[in-house]
């Protein structure tokens, strides 16, 4: 089993940043591929941002790319989301994921372990 808590959620306004956390426990935290998801009022889950299990290898979906950067300290057990030039349209409850995969995952069932989801709003 894996535990995650998420932190750094909050208010912010267009064009701003944050900073989410989340923290794992429960299993080696290096076998793990990190992965952040979001999910608008009314809108599907949808995929963000995934990290491989030594931090080499990144993938972003398209809306975030060049304004999210996803990194993981294997150390602290922690992956991180930094958000920049944050827009009204980034505003979801954003979820920290794990999975025991080789490659990197981009699909919410390939997943098994979720964190409780931290709120992100972006004001215009």
């Known amino acids: 089993q894996v535990q995650l808590v998420e932190s750094g959620g909050g208010l912010v306004q267009a064009g701003g940043s944050l900073r989410l956390s989340c923290a794992a426990s429960?299993?080696?935290?290096?076998?793990?591929?990190m992965g952040w998801f979001r999910q608008a009022p009314g809108k599907e889950r949808e995929f963000v941002t995934a990290?491989?299990?030594?931090?080499?290898?990144?993938n972003y979906a398209d809306s975030v790319k060049g304004r999210f950067t996803i990194s993981r300290d294997n150390a602290k057990k922690t992956v991180y989301l930094q958000m920049n030039a944050l827009k009204p349209e980034d505003t979801a409850v954003y979820y920290c994921?794990?999975?025991?995969?080789?490659?990197?995952?981009?699909?919410?069932?390939?997943?098994?372990?979720w964190g409780q989801g931290t709120q992100v709003t972006v004001s215009s």
């Open positions: 994921a794990a999975a025991a995969g080789l490659a990197l995952a981009t699909i919410q069932a390939q997943y098994p372990y």
């Open positions: 429960g299993r080696t935290f290096s076998s793990l591929v």
């Open positions: 990290i491989n299990r030594i931090g080499l290898t990144r």
